[in-house]
T-cell receptor
């Protein structure tokens, strides 16, 4: 199956700062990538669909100005959490679709 | 609407079979998935089944699909301590590549 990497795997930041998370498709050119968020002991919730060369599609209730998505190439999508607050602390996971969905290892964000 | 429900917790003895159940609501779902998540880790795809299938077996894993009742189950034969994890059921609504996840079932395997 497809291999997906994320960087960083863990990040701690101060409230008010911005954090960028990278998602890379290592062996597959992905025109679409998905960003999910998982709060502790909860399920994954789709945040947005990242489209190469065009605007991302956000799910209802997700602030597009707070979670900036850039999909500049077929192998890289970035999620920037702007002006992060403690309530943004979560596990962020990206995925690509190649016959089925393959997930990255996730990025754990802790905002102090 | 799109909704996936699972029981939250299952405890089994090592060597026994585990059965994790899931119900979904979207009748247009084309694929249904089972993922495994170990503590602090990402999601590992275990298996998936196409909506026109009733059963799929892959080594110790057996997936049963009752499309009429919108019920999916995952049976793990000869459950081992290494199977302890959270298991997520997910549906793929027709026409979309996104997944809708259940809340996850925490499987605890004890000696």
């Amino acid at each position: 199956g497809a291999v997906v990497s994320q960087h960083p795997s863990r990040v701690i930041c101060k409230s008010g700062t911005s954090v960028k998370i990278e998602c890379r498709s290592l062996d597959f050119q992905a025109t679409t990538m998905f960003w999910y968020r998982q709060f502790p002991k909860q399920s994954l919730m789709l945040m947005a669909t990242s489209n190469e060369g065009s605007k991302a599609t956000y799910e209802q209730g997700v602030e597009k100005d707070k979670f900036l998505i850039n999909h500049a190439s077929l192998t890289l999508s970035t999620l920037t959490v702007t002006s992060a607050h403690p309530e943004d602390s979560s596990f962020y996971i990206c995925s690509i679709f190649q016959e089925t969905q393959y997930f990255g290892p996730g990025t754990r964000l802790l905002v102090l | 609407g799109e909704d996936v429900e699972q029981s939250l917790f299952l405890s089994v003895r090592e060597g026994d079979s585990s059965v994790i159940n899931c119900t979904y609501t979207d009748s247009s779902s084309t694929y249904l998935y089972w993922y495994k998540q170990e503590p602090g880790a990402g999601l590992q795809l275990l298996t998936y089944i196409f909506s026109n299938m009733d059963m799929k077996q892959d080594q110790r894993l057996t997936v049963l699909l009752n499309k009429k009742d919108k019920h999916l189950s995952l049976r793990i034969a000869d459950t081992q301590t290494g199977d302890s994890a959270i298991y997520f059921c997910a549906e793929r609504p027709g026409g979309y590549n996104k997944l809708i996840f259940g809340a996850g079932t925490r499987l605890a395997v004890h000696p």
